[in-house]
């Protein structure tokens, strides 16, 4: 494992009983990426987080976080900030509260920078915790994982929940924490979050991870979507053959017009789901 990475995951291996949670994750997190983790219901997603976190043993794997600067867990967790998918709070706590009382686990004033956070997300810090909608308790989630500015965020589904202007808010504060050297790990089923925000993405299903890469190096290697008209028809094809052949191949199908597109990343989940296929026949 060399020194460049956030996060180094390496043959992860854990099972709940019989039960498989995931079997062989790898992967690595480079230092001030975003890195989307994605995967349906149930594919291994928390559990590969709660693994990185010390919140379950795994069976088998090593992992590394922040290129083994701390030895300790208890010290690396102060460098890190982690939002769950569902952040447990005391109900009759205040907003503000909450937030100064998730503080205090870190060794350093985190309040200038929580002030900023609950000013973005327009934060009503009075309220009691009970009193909050889903959407600012995630917030309230948001601004704990990310109060102490931690070199590596582990965020499990950060955007659920969250209205379109606070989801802008989110990915603008990732953004910022990233560009100034921090690193993000996030789990989401939001398929244009991940196309639009993350540096590169795994997907995982069942346990295993299926592929690890940038956007365009992940649907680089699927077919491109020809959608053609003929004699008035409109008609579909997929090819997977070389640049070099497809305007051969465009010039056979004898169309009238003809529209050719990459595959989106929703087509790429729907490939390795093997879902129905958008109507699309190889070529
Ligand atoms: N405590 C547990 N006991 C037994 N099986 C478990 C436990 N936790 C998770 N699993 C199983 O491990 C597998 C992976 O679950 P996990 O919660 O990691 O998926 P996920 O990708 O986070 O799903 P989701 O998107 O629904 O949150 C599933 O088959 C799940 O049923």
Redesign the pocket.
Known sequence: MTGRYAMEIDGLYKY?GK???VSDVSFKVKKGEIFGFL?A???????TIRCLLGLIHPGKGKIRLLDGRYPKLKDALQHIGYMP?ESMFYPQMRVKETIAFAAKSYRKDCSAESSRLCRILDLPLDKKIAELSLGNRKKVGIVCALQHQPELLILDEPTSGLDPLMQERFWMLIKEACHAGASCFLSS?ILEDIRTYCDRMAIIKD?DILKVGTLSDLIGSQPKKITFWKDGQLEFRSYAGSGGDLLAYLQDLQADDFLVEEPSLADLFRHYYQEEKNGFTDA
Do not use: Q, R
């Open positions: 709940y039960y498989k949670g995967g219901n149930g594919s291994g997603k928390s559990t998918s089923h346990g």
